[in-house]
């Protein structure tokens, strides 16, 4: 079997911690196919779109795709940000964005979460309107039944594979009754049809502080998006930060793999850019092409490398970003 | 000087809380007259209303007003928030949550925070709406210039009194372009007006990952409302939790200083509730009066019977809720 991958740079460090990624793939003994597309602010230059449709149509194809990262301009208006309308136009409903606790001094200990975060609508879905001259703005909150339960759903069916076999559904249904409310009932509801999870509930706010007092208590987190967005990156700085922080964005039909850092334009082409997130994010993928003892072993290279300081100056090591690709190749030889 | 204060004990640990900031307060030699009031379920069962219009005509008599907590009933449809009605009806429109390290091990150290906090609108306001039969839920989050003017100018005026002149407002502009847009822009403007002040920004979900990685580095955090529900209990956790931190809802007429923990129906009646958050509050209501003298005696015995340990189990100490109150009233003589 050959794997066809859509490879996505993007701008900034995008392209070289993609790079990092793909050198760690063609490692392993598996058969590869590259279709390398443009996405972000480069692309917007250059096309007029910093989402191409020859993008959409690469990621259609693939069997999955490696996205790196991309830029914000400031000041460009109806500039949709190309991350979004990937997530929506391809209907990548589930972002799992895995914390893990890494041997490290910067890492607590025993933290190993999964938060599962609805990728297409909530605040997300770019309906907003001015009012009253501008002096008010008006943005929409969606929340639907069925985005609730084929998310709760998938948040269930990754609890059933882990140690800890807890789901916590989180919501602010205190204050948003119908909005969050509909989210909370009918994630309950699916909640019931496995009774072999722990399955509770927590607000908003407590989980931001029960994340920092007891983030070993937490199994799969799954909630709306934005919330998502922010206990994930809230998550993600218990055990090291953006540097190492990976995320899948699936959908039925295909899935997009992306550190969650953006793309440091003042680290370009600098050799600083930390690669592990991405080399975690292709260990995702790894994973949802039914390598999953590949995956696995590419995890665990990753805590190898970090022990043994085998890592860029962020996490306390000297090497550039290939280096630590190789490093990793290097110990994958070993497992 | 005859202080008129209106005392809202509430639910659950409530009234306990409150009594033990009463006799801190009646330990001063300050003059007070207390308007107690009633509020929460309790209230709700006894008069059909969580906030009767008796209470909101106390609020407005008195000089301020010392409100402890208030449970939610689990399913009495259109049972709105009194703490919400309380913030709107009377237009308390700045919500501040200090957050400062506490001499105790699970306090980081250096922190010296303000989350100034949104009160009045956002998806607070209370419009929502069922489509498509129940299939969609739909919630408007509505950002005016008015509020985050007026907000942002809380926020400098707040920073000129501390060590760190910083302000760091708070959105997510790159994804709610128009409503949390509005908020930065106007927000940017009236600090423009502040040159003596250091004035940045932050996306949401970064501001969550550096309050774990930096929080000595925040001075005042100034956002809308939800993100500062979520943000300010993030923050509270970094220095005790919730058994300490205190709040003021502040508005152009008068103010509502409450303890942001909840009324812990559990620990209710047991002694055992922290009444350390509740008497922070009444030390933010002393400055609020104009006593800041006091305010600041206050705040130091809080620290002072940390350290001694002269604290309730939470916080590792044997002491009931009443003998902290004893505890700081005797420590108050020395100061
Ligand atoms: C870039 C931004 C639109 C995006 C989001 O808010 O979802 C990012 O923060 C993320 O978490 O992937
Ligand atoms: C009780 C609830 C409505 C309230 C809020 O969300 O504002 C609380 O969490 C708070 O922070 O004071």
């Known amino acids: ?15 070289e911690v993609i790079r990092a990624a793909r050198r760690v793939l063609e490692a392993l003994p598996l058969c590869w196919e590259w279709l390398e597309g443009e996405i972000g602010w480069g692309a917007y230059q250059r096309w007029g779109d910093p989402l191409p449709s020859e993008t959409l149509t690469l990621i259609r194809q693939a069997d999955a795709t490696l996205f790196g990262a991309v830029t914000t301009p400031p ?3 109806n500039y949709r940000s190309p991350v979004l309308r990937m997530r929506q136009e391809l209907d990548l409903f589930a972002n799992l964005r895995p914390c893990r606790s890494i041997p490290h001094p910067i890492s607590r200990p025993d933290v190993h979460l999964l938060v599962v ?5 909530d605040l997300y879905v770019g309906r907003e309107r001015l009012e009253e001259n501008g002096e008010t703005a008006v943005a929409e909150m969606v929340i639907t039944r069925r985005a609730s339960a084929r998310i709760m759903r998938i948040a269930c069916e990754q609890a059933r594979q882990r140690r800890l076999p807890r789901v916590t559904l ?3 249904a205190n204050v948003l009754r119908q909005t969050s409310g509909l989210f909370r009932r009918v ?16 607000l908003v706010d407590t989980c931001a502080m029960e994340l920092i007092r007891a983030p070993q208590s937490f199994g799969v987190i799954v909630t709306t998006n934005l919330f998502g967005d922010i206990l994930s990156d809230e998550a993600s700085m218990l055990v090291g930060g953006l540097g190492l922080a990976c995320s899948a964005n699936i959908g039925e039909h295909t899935a997009v793999f992306e550190p969650v850092h953006g793309s440091a334009p003042a680290l370009a082409g600098k050799n600083l850019a930390n690669p592990l997130a991405a080399i975690g994010s292709a260990a995702m993928m790894l994973d949802y092409l039914g390598e999953d003892r590949w995956a696995r072993c590419v995890e665990l290279v990753i805590h190898r490398v970090i022990a043994d300081r085998q890592v860029t100056p962020d996490l306390g090591g000297t090497l550039g970003t290939q280096d630590v690709a190789e490093a990793v190749i290097r110990y994958l030889q070993y497992v």
């Open 117 to 121: 975060r609805e990728n297409t609508e």
């Open 187 to 202: 994630a309950l509801e699916v909640g019931a049809e496995y009774p072999d999870l722990q399955v509770d509930e927590m």
């Open 75 to 77: 000041d460009v208006p």
């Open 1 to 15: 079997k050959i794997y066809r991958i859509a490879l996505l740079g993007g701008d900034g460090i995008g392209p």
């Open 170 to 172: 989180v919501h602010k």
